[in-house]
């Protein structure tokens, strides 16, 4: 009886097939979210200074990644207005307003901390296009304060 051989072939390299670590040097704590976004952004010092666009090149709970044509210095107090894609109730579209200060900079890239931030509405859904005026009135009265 001839000897058995037996023919092993190479495992693959399951290193290879992992997915990378993820660094443990990156201090910032909230995921990021790859959402490009048109945006408008306001430089304040007391009043508006100058305007600007871009889009956004991420976003997470206390940042945005933007870039724009011309980058913004470091520390400067910002609003952003970006046109958020879901509308509300499927019906009304919402702009996501922020209030920051940029943090850093890098080529047309500005990234700035959020410090307060809301969604406003961008439009009316068309139902509310019927109301009487003078409803209209006593709303805006209540919303202002008025």
């Known amino acids: 009886m001839a000897p058995m051989r037996i023919t092993t072939s ?6 290879e097939l992992a997915p990378p670590p ?10 990021r ?9 306001a430089v304040a010092r007391g009043k508006v200074v100058s305007r600007g666009q871009g889009f956004t090149v991420n976003l997470s709970r206390n940042g945005v990644l933007f870039e724009s044509a011309e980058p913004l210095s470091v520390g400067l ?3 952003l207005c970006v046109a958020w894609p879901v509308p509300l109730n499927g019906v009304t579209g919402l702009n996501f307003w922020a209030q920051g200060r940029t943090v850093r900079m890098h080529g047309q890239l500005t990234a700035v901390q959020i410090l307060n931030y809301e969604f406003r509405l961008r439009g009316r859904p068309r139902h509310e296009h019927s109301e009487r005026p003078q409803m209209k009135a006593e709303k805006s009265a209540r919303v202002h304060g008025s």
């Open 33 to 41: 979210y790859p959402l490009v976004l048109g945006l408008k952004y």
């Open 22 to 31: 993820v660094p443990t040097h990156d201090r910032r704590a909230n995921i």
């Open 77 to 79: 107090t910002v609003e």
């Open 10 to 15: 190479p495992l693959p390299n399951f290193l």
